[in-house]
């Protein structure tokens, strides 16, 4: 979907397909979403390999693995 061969994107966090419509306001709230420890869904502006933008919906859901703390994101 994104035109980005798998050995560039492996390992790199969701926001390197972020850029200049990707609005601020996006950004704060997923930071902010991400610490309540909460399911969440957001809407983002991606962008493509070729540079062609597309809004993404995203659902992160956070993983309780060691002491109850959040060690994952699944998105």
Known sequence: M???PKQ???GK???FLQGKRTTEVSRLNIRRQLDTGQVFNEVV???RANGEAYFCQIE???INCENQKI???VG
């Open 13 to 15: 966090k969701p926001n």
């Open 45 to 47: 502006v991606n962008y």
């Open 2 to 4: 994104t035109g980005y």
């Open 71 to 73: 060690t994952y994101y």
């Open 60 to 62: 992160i859901h956070p």
């Open 8 to 10: 560039l994107v492996v």
